[in-house]
């Protein structure tokens, strides 16, 4: 986007269409005589990766800012939970049978962002991981409601596509896991988890960690399913043998619905 400010300096813009035009020699079409900022082989180097990490950290920030973003709800969960209409295309009885949170995550995103989205502020907006499965619920929920969400996708080895209910403005494409997870939380006002695989717990394992060690302040933390999730986390005997304290266990909530997940947000006062 152009800064219409007037400046005393030439614009940055003007210079990279001035360099186009200008004729070729064996010196312009040397790689050293492109300008730093638009030079692609430059910026891919090994040793700028600090400035590739600080431009990830700025864009989605800058964006994000501009579009008026003030609070979000972070919702994480499998890409490979289906919606309920085709459960059938689960390959285990048990992703069948968890395609019911597909249908609580778009609930659950859709009044959310009915109470977040009134008037001229954005809070409460839905920021998932872009993906499909209970990211694709999260932001067509938002959608049901008429609003916006973010989706934060990333580059991966295999084809990895935004899902089509994240607002085209607020969709973001990653190269960096950490500036990713970065982008989740710095303006978090809650945290869903769904059942999901080990990108769900790594999310979700790194969140309590931040609020647990006070690296971040509490937020409402709500994980749907408490099933699914006594079952392949032992929470107790994590408390029992006193790798965490029993306190710790308070930091999370188990909701089962929507609308229980929204009671709590609403009467959530943080720990003293």
Known sequence: ???????????????????????????????SYRLA?????FLCRDEM?????QLELLKPDILMREYGIESTIVLFGG????????????????????????????????LMTLKGQRGKRLDHV????????????????AADAGGVSIGLNIVLPHEQMPNAYVTPELCFNFHYFAMRKMHFLLRASAIA??????????????????????????????????D????????????????ISPEDLKLFSFVETAEEAVRIIETWTPPS
């Open 193 to 226: 988890i769904f059942p999901g695989g080990f990108g769900t717990l790594d999310e979700m394992f790194e969140a309590l960690t931040l609020i647990q060690t006070h690296r971040m302040d509490p937020v409402p933390f709500l994980l749907f399913g408490r």
């Open 228 to 243: 699914f999730w006594e079952t392949v986390i032992n929470w107790k005997a994590l408390a029992e043998a006193g790798t």
């Open 126 to 141: 839905i920021a998932t991981g872009g993906g499909p499965g209970v990211m694709e619920a999260g932001n067509r929920g």
């Open 37 to 41: 900022f638009a030079d692609p082989d």
């Open 1 to 31: 986007m152009h800064d219409d400010a007037r400046r005393p300096l030439r614009d940055a813009f003007r210079d990279i269409e001035s360099a186009r035009e200008t004729p070729e020699t064996s010196q312009t079409a040397s790689p």
């Open 49 to 53: 990766r600090p400035v590739r990490v």
């Open 79 to 110: 890409a490979r939970i289906p919606e309920p209409s085709q459960r059938h295309t689960a390959p285990t009885e048990t992703l069948a049978d968890l395609s019911k949170y597909y249908d609580e995550a778009r609930e659950f995103a859709r």
